[in-house]
């Protein structure tokens, strides 16, 4: 399940998982990716911008990529 940590894995790995996965769970730092900019989505995507951003505990990274 990609939600939950791997147990196995070493401790300075870096994981990942979905926004949806994440629901519910909380890291010390959380990098997003690719997501459209704030302003520019409608309310139901904004709840998903959101939850992914409130996942982090201390440290929250937002990468824009462009095409």
Do not use: W, Y
Not at 39 to 51: I, K, L, P, S
């Amino acid at each position: 399940n990609a939600s939950e940590p791997d147990p196995d894995a070493p401790k300075r790995a870096i994981q990942h998982t979905t926004i949806h996965r994440a629901k519910g769970l909380d890291e010390t730092a959380v990098i997003l990716v690719g997501l459209r900019p704030f302003e520019t989505c409608d309310e139901g995507f904004q709840h998903t911008h959101f939850m992914g951003a409130s996942r982090a505990k201390q440290l929250l990274a937002v990468v824009e990529v462009k095409s």
